[in-house]
């Protein structure tokens, strides 16, 4: 049996567990393998950067890891489950009760407030934090009734960061979350992300090809070519605030 990968967590608080992972999109001489066998594991309550530029796999992963999409091959576990086995009601349900999705776009609701956005997860939910929690967590206390029109930017992030933590996730999945944000106001938006782990123990995986961010991780995975070039663990996280932009 192979050893495991030397950077692994500890196997009994992994959440997710990757092997063998590939995924090409067309056929023939038209088909591209954005992932070319991907070993990983993820651990509860870490913070781990995935980094690389654009086209390196690192949003497939995400996808994948996220039940939005299925491998090629490979496997992904989720705790003791084959997630890669599930049908499509299944991968609904674990999206519905485990995973909590952040994007570059905040896609929320113009006609709704703050708070009506987040209730749209916690309606559903098994077991909620009120919208009020979800947006105190991410210091939007007094935004509370405001629409996305006069939200700024790095407020409506930070609600949809409220909106996906709401049904208390066990995994947060942020793709490129500061990606149309100013440094200041990713700084924010980082903080309130770090605040999630911190606070809830939520394993949350954030992408970006930003290198800067990576010093707030407890790991950083490099991406390239579709491939885990290298896993780093930082000694120290460091607070986004200290981050040199």
Known sequence: M??????????????????????????????????????????????????????????????????????SAGEVRFRDAALTAFDDRGLTRYRRDHVGFVFQFYNLVPSLTARENVSLVTEIAADPMTPEEALHMVGLDARLDHFPAQLSGGEQQRVAIARAIAKRPDLLLCDEPTGALDSRTG???????????????????????????????????????????????????RPPAELSW
């Open 2 to 71: 192979a050893d495991p990968p030397a950077t692994a967590p500890d196997r009994h608080a992994c959440v997710l567990s990757v092997r063998g992972l590939t995924k090409v999109y067309g056929t023939g001489p038209l088909a591209v393998q954005a992932l070319r066998g991907v070993d990983l594991d993820l651990g509860a309550g870490e913070l781990v950067v995935l980094l690389g530029p654009s086209g390196s796999g690192k949003s497939t992963l995400l996808n994948i890891l996220g039940g939005l999409d299925r491998p």
């Open 187 to 237: 700084v924010l938006v980082l903080e309130a992300i770090e605040r999630v782990n911190r606070d809830l123990g939520t394993l949350s995986v954030v992408i970006t090809h930003n290198a800067v961010i990576a010093g707030m991780a407890d790991r950083v995975v490099t991406f390239g070519d579709g491939l885990v070039q290298s896993v780093r663990a930082n000694p120290v996280r």
